[in-house]
């Protein structure tokens, strides 16, 4: 029966196409064989900027929701607005202490071993991180247990111990870090370009032994009491959950959490540095770091998108960057060259520009930087080079977004930094908007490399000539 039920459909379907007695159908020409890449046609690139669900608790709490059931786990991220920029010039590093201690300080009335037991037995990732402008928490686990870990990070939120022997642990591993911090040469580059940029204002601070020592319980008892509140936590979850109950839940563990008037984190003003100079630590090394760096820019910036394209064309595109090409592609001077501007989320960011390259070849890499970094002021780019520059930038931006939690928290820290409304929606349009001419001003604007500080870690006995031949004072680095 099967069968004549197949033959029967197969004998409408030819009478069905020969109906009319019209022709057999001519076969399509065969389109031209391809022979290069450029010939195969691709769509235009379409991205919509996926959908958060926000709202607000009574008692101030923001959040932001996204369901998502493909997997039986719930991520959880909270930021409170208060981060590092607040330690005292007399205890830097509090801020890491805090964040430390406050992971593994127990909470509520749970001890600090009973808390590892329990995120254990969860299988539940916990950790906690601070950075210039914000605490940040973090918890992972399976959407089974969200009751238990929901009423935990409660605990962590409002009821923190932080457990006086897990604060001295959490400060030896400070202290050890500090006695290693000249191992590396990039560290110490590094901490020496920030105090220049920055002074001595909390951005260009680093901890010593002495500032991490002065940090008692009473501090971290006292950071929490004046930022951790209501109103001034920022909640985003994603995942396998049901919307009614986790707002339920959320109310019952954080909605009697009492709103209190508190003074939001302070920002000390940033002045640039007074003058360029050369900091130079000799140091018994094959090779030499160096880094160029000068005041940057925030996220208000009227030409941030230029300064984007600008620098992917500088530094930031890799193999495709002028810095990269020139230095390793053309002369095989270092491994690793490029520049990046790190916008500043609150507070204007750093430009640096770093190499690493052979003892004998370290002034030579440092001219060749400032000729193209020169380049870049003088003359207009290429429209190939603005081209991959814009498509290589748009193209990348759909990266942001690749599973609901960083989608979720992408949302909460736009909204935490006070980005506009189209920041995500309008990115495409503001990056092709830009042209040769916009990046040569954000060029002039942005990029000063006669005044920019040079810091180089490497052996000056190996150096083809004096480094005063570069112009600039030299002044040495004196490691602690």
Same mark, same amino acid.
């Given at each position: 029966?099967?069968?004549?039920?197949?033959?029967?459909?197969?004998?409408?379907?030819?009478?069905?196409?020969?109906?009319?007695?019209?022709?057999?159908?001519? /076969?399509?020409t065969e389109p031209a064989p391809l022979t290069r890449p450029d010939q195969v046609a691709t769509p235009?690139?379409?991205?919509?900027?996926?959908?958060?669900?926000?709202?607000?608790?009574?008692?101030? %709490?923001?959040?932001?929701?996204?369901?998502?059931?493909?997997?039986? *786990?719930?991520? =959880?991220?909270?930021?409170?607005?208060? #981060?590092?920029?607040?330690?005292?010039?007399?205890?830097?590093?509090? #801020?890491?202490?805090?964040?430390?201690? *406050?992971?593994?300080?127990?909470?509520?009335?749970? &001890?600090? +071993?009973?808390?590892?037991?329990?995120?254990?037995?969860?299988?539940?990732?916990?950790?906690?991180?601070?950075?210039?402008?914000?605490?940040?928490?973090?918890?992972?686990?399976?959407? !089974?247990?969200?009751?238990?870990?929901?009423?935990?990070?409660?605990?962590?939120?409002?009821?923190? !111990?932080?457990?006086?022997?897990?604060?001295?642990?959490?400060?030896?591993?400070? *202290?050890?870090?500090?006695?290693?911090?000249?191992?590396? /040469?990039? &560290?110490?580059? !590094?901490?020496?370009?920030?105090?220049?940029?920055?002074?001595?204002?909390?951005?260009?601070?680093?901890?010593?032994?002495?500032?991490?020592?002065?940090?008692?319980?009473?501090?971290?008892?006292?950071?929490?009491?004046?930022?951790?509140? /209501?109103?001034?936590?920022?909640?985003?979850?994603?995942?396998?959950?049901?919307?009614?109950?986790?707002?339920?839940?959320?109310?019952?563990?954080?909605?009697?959490?009492?709103?209190?008037?508190?003074?939001?984190?302070?920002?000390?003003?940033?002045?640039?540095?007074?003058?360029?100079?050369?900091?130079?630590?000799?140091?018994?090394?094959?090779?030499?770091?160096?880094?160029?760096?000068?005041?940057?820019?925030?996220?208000?910036?009227?030409?941030?998108? +230029?300064?984007?394209?600008?620098?992917? %064309?500088?530094?930031?595109? $890799?193999?495709?960057?002028?810095?990269?090409?020139?230095?390793?592609?053309?002369? #095989?001077?270092?491994?690793?060259?490029?520049?990046?501007?790190? =916008?500043?989320?609150?507070?204007?960011?750093?430009? %640096?520009?770093?190499?690493?390259?052979?003892?004998?070849?370290?002034?030579?890499?440092?001219?060749?930087?400032?000729?193209?970094? &020169?380049?870049?002021?003088?003359?207009?780019?290429?429209?190939?080079?603005?081209?991959?520059?814009?498509?290589?930038?748009?193209?990348?931006?759909?990266?942001?977004?690749?599973?609901?939690?960083?989608?979720?928290?992408?949302?909460?820290?736009?909204?935490?930094? $006070?980005?506009?409304?189209?920041?995500?929606?309008?990115?495409?349009?503001?990056?092709?908007?830009?042209?040769?001419?916009? =990046?040569?001003?954000?060029?002039?604007?942005?990029?000063?490399?006669?005044?920019?500080?040079? =810091?180089?870690?490497?052996?000056?006995?190996?150096?083809?000539?004096?480094?005063?031949?570069? #112009?600039?004072?030299?002044?040495?680095?004196?490691?602690?």
């Open positions: 029966m099967k069968r004549f039920n197949y033959l029967l459909l197969l004998t409408l379907l030819v009478l069905t196409a020969c109906r009319g007695g019209k022709p057999p159908a001519v /076969p399509p235009p690139l379409v991205f919509k900027v996926p959908v958060v669900e926000t709202l607000r608790l009574p008692n101030g %709490i923001r959040l932001y929701l996204k369901e998502d059931h493909e997997l039986p *786990l719930v991520e =959880v991220t909270v930021m409170i607005g208060a #981060g590092d920029i607040g330690d005292a010039a007399a205890k830097v590093g509090q #801020g890491d202490l805090f964040a430390a201690t *406050l992971r593994s300080g127990g909470a509520g009335k749970r &001890a600090p +071993a009973e808390v590892d037991e329990l995120l254990e037995q969860l299988a539940a990732d916990f950790s906690v991180g601070m950075d210039s402008y914000a605490t940040t928490l973090s918890l992972s686990l399976q959407s !089974a247990d969200l009751e238990t870990g929901m009423a935990l990070l409660a605990d962590f939120l409002r009821r923190p !111990a932080f457990a006086g022997e897990r604060l001295e642990l959490a400060r030896r591993q400070q *202290l050890e870090g500090v006695r290693r911090q000249n191992d590396e /040469p990039q &560290a110490i580059a !590094a901490r020496a370009l920030a105090k220049a940029i920055y002074g001595d204002h909390p951005l260009g601070r680093s901890p010593t032994e002495a500032t991490l020592t002065a940090v008692n319980r009473d501090d971290l008892l006292d950071f929490h009491g004046r930022y951790f509140h /209501p109103d001034n936590t920022w909640l985003a979850i994603s995942g396998d959950f049901d919307r009614i109950r986790l707002l339920t839940l959320l109310l019952d563990t954080l909605g009697d959490w009492p709103t209190v008037t508190f003074v939001p984190q302070p920002l000390p003003a940033v002045t640039a540095p007074a003058r360029p100079v050369l900091l130079l630590a000799d140091r018994d090394l094959p090779q030499s770091v160096i880094q160029f760096g000068q005041l940057g820019i925030d996220k208000s910036a009227p030409d941030l998108e +230029a300064v984007r394209v600008m620098n992917y %064309i500088l530094g930031g595109g $890799g193999f495709n960057s002028r810095l990269m090409r020139e230095v390793r592609s053309n002369r #095989g001077l270092a491994y690793s060259v490029h520049s990046y501007f790190q =916008v500043g989320r609150r507070l204007p960011g750093p430009f %640096i520009a770093q190499s690493e390259t052979k003892s004998a070849s370290t002034l030579e890499v440092v001219q060749l930087m400032r000729q193209l970094m &020169a380049e870049m002021r003088n003359r207009p780019v290429t429209a190939a080079e603005l081209q991959l520059a814009q498509e290589s930038l748009v193209n990348s931006f759909v990266f942001a977004f690749n599973n609901s939690h960083e989608v979720v928290t992408q949302a909460q820290r736009l909204d935490f930094y $006070g980005y506009p409304a189209d920041y995500l929606s309008g990115f495409r349009e503001r990056v092709m908007a830009v042209t040769a001419t916009t =990046v040569l001003a954000a060029a002039r604007e942005r990029l000063q490399p006669e005044a920019m500080t040079l =810091v180089v870690v490497g052996r000056a006995k190996d150096f083809a000539a004096p480094a005063t031949t570069l #112009g600039l004072p030299v002044e040495a680095i004196v490691l602690p």
